[in-house]
């Protein structure tokens, strides 16, 4: 079992996006995937519940309404399952933020994490509390990385507090790779965002995850883009290759 | 003196850009306003300083470094003030989000605020403890939507927040507005979306911000628009009536 914590300090670079959409691309591959979505936004799966019932999850482990070994929800695919955010008020926000801190994210999680080949962290935007538990705990770290100007200063940040956790909280703990994502080709600002995180980092993986409206839609839904269009449709072979470079990676690094 | 805060539980919806460039718009009608950045990533002024070095700011303050009226920061607009993040190694930034609950806000803030017309906060994605603290103490909050899906849902939890944060401490605060931000109007996503939120949310404002490649350059350097174009470019226009827009909703509201 190992664990990958997706992480990025900037918001809207794409981290919800590529958990969901690599974490399904594992889960093709064969390794029982987890996703575990650690932001008290709660992006994953708001779609995957029926009407207007949220899917039930980590806040509601954490709160005792649920065992720890049910707080995960397979989904239609066998091998993939998610444990979501869970019935959460948004005025709740701060408490549910400290109530993550500590050892009850061992404790809802440790139960139910080595029935797995993959468990996959959501974090929310920032470098804060929630991104460090996830860290602490973490094999890898993923960082999503947008093409544009922002985003690259922030993900030298990003690489700096993985570096700090795994010298001072957790020796064990790699980076697993700088991902481009909503790389638009056509854009020299993109481009050029793109070269300058080239130049500058380590890692920067050779799988991109172009921009593609297709996302978009399916984020609105909480759902996977193969969910919608299917495994072949090119963006969730994207992925694919994704998942593949990244099984070589976690082997050698 | 009035306070806005500007807020969005989503990341990367443009909260930071139309802080900036709302500061300025402001400082252009002649009011004297300070912008407060009040998220750990410090996204506002980084390219104000000289060469590598830092402005100094709030984290400064809070540190004891700078007294507090020395915090904020002229620009070579006169009537436009920074209160940046100062110096911070995101390594420090769980104990930098704790530092800034309880009083030390107050304490930073009060001696400087009262010199102003206008001060807005600039504050990190998400409705959580930084967010919170700024509420307590605003007058209105604005909310900038992102034309695209998640933010939508995500405007109604912001506004969840803020009827809370006014019910139960600051009797004070009221929602300025709705702002949509990233507007492509060639998208029928952007355009669904907006609908979605003029049919369901209350205050959504006249004025929109339309998606520009301008803006990534501008958010690059963290300077407003019309410091890269000059005050008559389009868009720098635009938030001159977004600036107009807001002074008559805060006088009637
Ligand atoms: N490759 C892509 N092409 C086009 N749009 C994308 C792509 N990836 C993500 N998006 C869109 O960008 C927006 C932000 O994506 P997402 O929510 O995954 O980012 P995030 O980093 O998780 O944001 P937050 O900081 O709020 O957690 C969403 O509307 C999503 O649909
Ligand atoms: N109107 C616009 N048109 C095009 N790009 C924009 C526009 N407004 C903002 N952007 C770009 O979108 C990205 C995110 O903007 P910004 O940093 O202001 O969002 P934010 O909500 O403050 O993000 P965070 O959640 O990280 O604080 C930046 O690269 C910025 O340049
Ligand atoms: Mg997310
Ligand atoms: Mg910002």
Request: glycine share 8%; net charge neutral.
């Amino acid at each position: 079992m190992r664990r990958i914590c997706v992480l990025a300090q900037k918001g809207g670079v794409g981290k919800t996006t590529v958990s969901l959409n690599l974490a399904v691309a594992f889960a093709r591959l064969g390794r029982r995937t987890l996703l575990v979505d650690l932001d008290p936004q709660g992006g994953v799966g708001h779609s995957l519940g029926r009407d207007d019932t949220a899917l039930h999850g980590l806040a509601d482990v954490l709160m005792g309404r649920v065992a720890p070994d049910k707080g995960p929800i397979r989904t239609r695919l066998p091998a993939f399952s998610v444990l979501a955010r869970g019935r959460l008020d948004p005025i709740d926000a701060v408490e549910y933020e400290e109530a993550l801190r500590g050892g009850a994210l061992a404790r809802a999680l440790d139960p139910v994490e080595p029935g797995y080949d993959l468990v996959l962290y959501d974090t929310p935007a920032g470098l804060g509390a929630i991104t460090r538990a996830a860290l602490a705990r973490a094999h890898f770290a993923l960082v999503p990385f947008q093409a544009e100007a922002l985003s690259a200063r922030s993900v030298s940040h990003a690489v700096r507090v993985v570096d700090h956790v795994r010298e001072n909280e957790n020796p064990a703990l790699r980076l697993l790779g700088i991902l481009p994502t909503m790389v638009d080709r056509a854009s020299a600002d993109a481009v050029a965002a793109l070269g300058q995180v080239w130049e500058s980092q380590p890692r920067v993986l050779e799988t991109v995850i172009p921009r593609a409206t297709i996302f978009v839609e399916a984020s609105r839904k909480g759902v996977p883009i193969s969910f919608v269009h299917g495994p072949a449709a090119p963006e969730a072979r994207r992925f694919g290759m994704l998942a593949d470079e990244l099984e070589q990676a976690m082997e050698r690094i």
